[in-house]
């Protein structure tokens, strides 16, 4: 029975990055394709960031608040792993048949008003010529600011204009090498009253019309999924919700229970949050293992070796997959962030970062509690951290398995409180 169970979870997963796959496949044949990632938030999530992996993509998680939201969250991916503004150089003199290397020379010694007539001849070919002049001015600094870089040349560019983003789109992505554009990753808002999910599902229904080729995938609660699979008249938006649906099922609670303690696992109170938190936001096998590996010594669990890269400890990884699966609190934090304070002889370092609410989030380990130095330090950490704005929340790394909800709670109490008074 626990094998069966545990192979249950791993035919899930491989089912899951299989048929993302196939909707891949589909994409590369320009058909347009929306994965509906539905369950557990945390494993789809997870299991959307290990097909991308695979496939050498880099992904966008994003919000939905606009049209224009999705393709400014997709351009800073975009500008932090690609040059740019090389590549738009490389289009703009392939259009004024020039070679890359002379329109470059001409453009940093020419006059103002030889640049300004230049592009005036470019606009005046095509809508891309306006485009192409605002990439190329704006490439580093854009990201944030995009609607007032078009706004400073004369382009007004609303929020919702599905047409004219998906241009955006297009142009952007056909700088990129082949089969390289960035993909995104879409959460619904937190209050969905502003924008109901069916129109948000007809908006990117529209989106993968226009730009086939770009991995798009949406998070979407089962139940929320089921109902509009039941009010939605027949239509392509209805269509591609069905077609593009992903699932992963929560393991079942006996099941869960049983392969905990066959691994070793006695303590009731880990016993349930383990299977609490399986069944709220979901499993996969390094949820599993990392929370099992936290009972066993939360003050010694170390990532592994996918993880090292942005994590420290299995503990981190572990908090930072379920704070991403909660509407509250998604896309508020980031990990081992530095802050522009000084801190001994270099810059501050914490744990979890959320910016706009000036919340810090530590998790401390045993190393916390070793010597009173480290005690110590840790207090002038949190004066420093206080002094300069933030409210600091610190828990035990053990905790994140035995008192998750209150955690969670926790954090959710204070970003509502700080959100409301930066909004006063």
């Known amino acids: ?98 070679a890359v290397e002379q329109l470059s020379a001409w453009l940093t010694h020419a006059s103002e008003y030889q640049i300004e007539r230049f592009w005036q001849q470019q606009c005046a070919q095509s809508e891309q010529g306006r485009w192409l002049k605002v990439l190329l001015d704006r490439a580093k600094p854009l990201c944030g600011k995009f609607r007032e870089a078009f706004n400073s040349e004369g382009i007004e560019l609303k929020a919702n204009d599905l047409p004219v983003i998906a241009q955006l789109f297009t142009l952007v992505s056909t700088l990129l090498p082949e089969n390289a554009a960035p993909g995104i990753l879409i959460r619904l808002p937190p209050d ?24 798009i995938g949406l998070l979407l609660p089962s139940d929320q999924a089921d109902e509009l699979l039941n009010t939605l008249p027949e239509s392509r938006a209805k ?33 349930q949050s383990i299977v609490h938190a399986g069944q709220k936001y979901g499993a996969t096998e390094a949820i599993l293992n990392a929370a ?15 993880e090292k890269e942005n994590y420290r400890s299995q503990a981190e990884w572990l908090l930072f997959q379920y704070l991403e699966a909660r509407p509250a609190t998604s896309g508020q934090f980031r990990v081992n962030a530095q802050l522009d304070i000084r801190f001994g002889n270099r810059s501050m370092e914490v744990d979890f970062l959320a910016d706009s609410a000036k919340i810090v989030v530590e998790l401390d380990g045993y190393y916390h509690f070793q010597s009173s130095d480290s005690y110590r330090r840790d ?12 409210w600091v929340l610190r828990f035990l790394s053990e905790d994140v398995i035995a008192r998750l909800e209150e955690i969670l709670a926790t954090i959710d109490q204070a970003l509502s409180l700080r959100l409301a008074q930066s909004s006063v």
């Open 1 to 98: 029975m626990t094998s069966q169970k545990t192979l249950d979870v791993e035919q899930q997963q491989t089912a899951f990055v299989s048929k993302l796959a196939l909707h891949q496949s589909r994409r590369n044949q320009s058909i347009p394709t929306l994965s509906v990632l539905t369950g557990g938030a945390a494993a789809t999530q997870l299991l959307w960031n290990q097909w991308a992996q695979q496939v050498d993509r880099h992904t966008a998680v994003c919000t939905y608040e606009s049209a224009l939201s999705l393709f400014e969250g997709w351009l800073s991916i975009v500008v932090q792993h690609y040059d740019l503004r090389s590549l738009v150089l490389e289009r703009v003199a392939q259009l004024s048949d020039r």
């Open 239 to 271: 269509a591609t919700l069905r077609g593009g649906m992903v699932e992963i099922t929560a393991p079942g609670k006996n099941g869960l229970r049983q392969w905990l303690s066959d691994r070793g696992l006695k303590r009731e109170d880990h016993l």
């Open 192 to 215: 969905c009253h502003e924008f109901p999910q069916q129109t948000i599902l007809i908006a990117l229904t529209q989106l993968v019309e226009a730009v086939p080729k770009i991995p």
């Open 292 to 306: 099992l590996a936290l009972t066993e010594s939360a003050e010694k669990a170390e990532p592994t070796a996918d």
């Open 379 to 390: 207090r002038r950490k949190d004066i420093a951290l206080q002094q300069a704005g933030f």
